[in-house]
């Protein structure tokens, strides 16, 4: 038992390494053993946690706190594995209708999956100054190793992949506001059951928060002596 699990990390640790690397071995690893969509669950996981960890302030500010805080974590890593479920079926769709090619679904989305692994970096957005900055680099990283997924997989080039990337893009903003949004409903009503929050909560309003908080006043109020 305890010799499976350390084995099971062992290989959630080399398959975020090597997307991380944009390793060829890591796709190699994907397509041949379809017991490995264990260990992309496992990535997928953690980049919803960490992705929700580096919005805490919205959560806090939202006012979830103990226990609902853990399960929020929880729920959003499981909400991240769904929608990458979807976002790797539009790329299979939409690399079949481009490039003919033979691919099965599962190996598709184990592959799309591995392009989560920079956001497991997520909680880094917490970093005063520099992290929205280092957010948009965790996604632009995201976004390199999916249309190097989309090129080893149906054998294109670079523009074949992108244009792929860029129909899929197309197909789930089509989707989500379409037949998506009862989708997305049932989904913001389990969120806040788990939650009690709507997450209403933007950066505004921490902005309006801070200047409205005593210890703000007393900064200000220092200033001007």
């Given at each position: 038992m305890?010799?499976n699990?350390?084995?099971?990390?062992?290989?959630?640790?080399?398959?975020?390494?090597?997307?991380?690397?944009l390793?060829?071995?890591?796709?190699?690893?994907?397509?041949?053993y379809p017991?490995?969509?264990?260990?992309?669950?496992g990535?997928?996981?953690?980049?919803?946690?960490?992705?929700?960890?580096?919005?805490s302030?919205?959560l806090?500010?939202n006012?979830?706190?103990?226990?609902?805080?853990?399960?929020?974590?929880?729920?959003?890593?499981?909400?991240?594995?769904?929608?990458?479920?979807?976002?790797?079926?539009i790329?299979?769709?939409?690399?079949r209708?481009?490039?003919?090619?033979?691919?099965?679904?599962?190996?598709?989305?184990r592959?799309?999956?591995?392009?989560?692994?920079?956001?497991?970096?997520?909680?880094?957005?917490?970093?005063?100054?520099?992290?929205?900055?280092?957010?948009?680099?965790?996604?632009?990283?995201?976004?390199?190793?999916?249309?190097?997924?989309?090129?080893?997989?149906?054998?294109?080039?670079?523009?074949?992949?992108?244009?792929?990337?860029?129909?899929?893009?197309?197909?789930?903003?089509?989707l989500?506001?379409?037949?998506?949004?009862?989708?997305?409903?049932?989904?913001?009503?389990?969120?806040?059951?788990?939650?009690?929050?709507?997450m209403?909560a933007?950066?505004?309003?921490?902005?309006?928060?801070?200047?409205?908080?005593?210890?703000a006043?007393?900064?200000?109020?220092?200033?001007k002596?």
């Amino acid at each position: 038992m305890l010799e499976n699990i350390s084995l099971y990390f062992e290989y959630l640790w080399k398959g975020i390494i090597y997307a991380l690397q944009l390793n060829p071995s890591a796709y190699e690893f994907v397509i041949t053993y379809p017991q490995s969509k264990w260990v992309v669950f496992g990535i997928i996981f953690l980049a919803g946690v960490a992705t929700l960890l580096g919005q805490s302030v919205v959560l806090f500010l939202n006012r979830v706190r103990g226990g609902r805080f853990f399960f929020s974590l929880v729920v959003n890593g499981l909400m991240f594995i769904i929608s990458y479920f979807v976002w790797g079926a539009i790329i299979y769709i939409a690399g079949r209708f481009l490039f003919q090619e033979n691919v099965t679904f599962g190996s598709m989305f184990r592959l799309v999956g591995l392009s989560t692994a920079p956001l497991i970096f997520g909680f880094f957005i917490l970093i005063p100054w520099m992290g929205p900055f280092l957010g948009k680099v965790l996604n632009v990283w995201s976004f390199l190793i999916l249309i190097n997924v989309v090129q080893f997989q149906f054998e294109s080039g670079f523009w074949g992949a992108l244009l792929c990337v860029g129909l899929g893009w197309l197909l789930m903003n089509l989707l989500s506001n379409t037949i998506g949004k009862p989708i997305i409903a049932v989904r913001n009503r389990i969120w806040r059951r788990v939650t009690g929050s709507s997450m209403d909560a933007t950066a505004q309003d921490i902005l309006i928060q801070f200047s409205t908080d005593k210890g703000a006043s007393t900064m200000v109020e220092g200033g001007k002596q």
